[in-house]
C-alpha cells in the first residue's frame, strides 16, 4: 500500500463509479461543486479545477496514464480506464469487493490494518467528494462548526468511515441518519402525505478542528476547514475552555437527550437495514451502535 492508493480508494468509495466492459474497466469519480456564497465570493470551480491538477500529480503516476477531466457547473468529473487483466485495476476490485459504486460499496477489512497516514490519506480522498464545511454547519452557536460527510443510502458504510475515524482518534459529534425517527420524529411530514420525506442522505458530523488532521486536498474546502477551526478554537477559548476537551469526546462520554419518538410507520420500510428494521430508536447514538460503532 501507498498513500497514492489510499487516496485514491478513498475517492472511489466516497463517489466513485466502475463500469467492467468485456475487457477494460472505466472508473469515474465525481467531485460536486456546493455553492459556498455565504463564504467566499470566489468561483467553486475555479478552486474546483485548481485542487484537480493536485489530485492528477498524486494518481496519474500511480495509474501510469492521464486522468480525464470534465468539468460541468455541478460537478468535476476524473476518469480513467484500463484492461481488466491491469494489476491497479484487479487491486481496486479486491479493495471495493467488486462493488459498482459508492450505494453499494463497502470499506474492505484489510484498510482498518492501514497504518495511521494511509487511513489518513484515504479518509481525505473520501471526505474530498462526500465532504462539506459551510457557516450553515454550526451547531446552536454559530462559532461551532462542524465538517459533514455526505453519504447516500449506503449505512453500512456510514459506520465505516465512523470506526475508520476511531482508528486515528477522531470523534464523530453526530449522524443524522436517514431514518425516521430522526427525521421525522412528530410523524409531521407522514401526516402531510409526504411518507418518504425521511429518505435522504446520512450525515456524519464532525467538528471542524478534529478533522484537521484529516483536511481535503480539494483547495477551496482545505480553506474553510482552517478558518472555521480557528473560529471555533476561539470562540471556545474565550468561554474559557479548551477546545479539545470540548470537541474531543465521542457519543458514549456525552450526555443523552432521550426524548421518547413516537413509532413511525417508516421503520419497516425495505430501505432500513434489516439488523434495525422495525425498531424504534430515540436517539442517533442507538442507531450507530446497533449497526455497529460500538462504545
Known sequence: MNSEMAYLLGLICGNG???????NTIISIDIPHKKLQTELIDDVQIYVKASVSDIRSILEPLIGAQLDFIQNPTSTILSFQKPNSDYLIREIMRYIGHATNHSNIRIHSDIFNFT????????????????????????????LHRVYLEVPNNWHLVIDICNLLHDIDIPVQ??????????DPKLVKYRANKPDFWKKEHQIKIWANEFLPVGFQVLHKMKMLEMYSNELINGIKAGGKEASAYTHRYYWETRNQNVKKEEHPGIYDEVIPEEIRGINFNTWKEIAESLGYPR
Do not use: C
Open 17 to 23: 463509479e466502475v463500469k467492467r466492459g468485456p475487457t
Open 116 to 143: 495511521t497516514d494511509h487511513k489518513i490519506q484515504f479518509l481525505r480522498g473520501f471526505a474530498d467528494v462526500t465532504g462539506y464545511i459551510r457557516r450553515s454547519n454550526y451547531f446552536f452557536e454559530k462559532h
Open 174 to 183: 453526530n449522524i443524522d441518519w436517514a431514518h425516521p425517527n430522526m427525521r
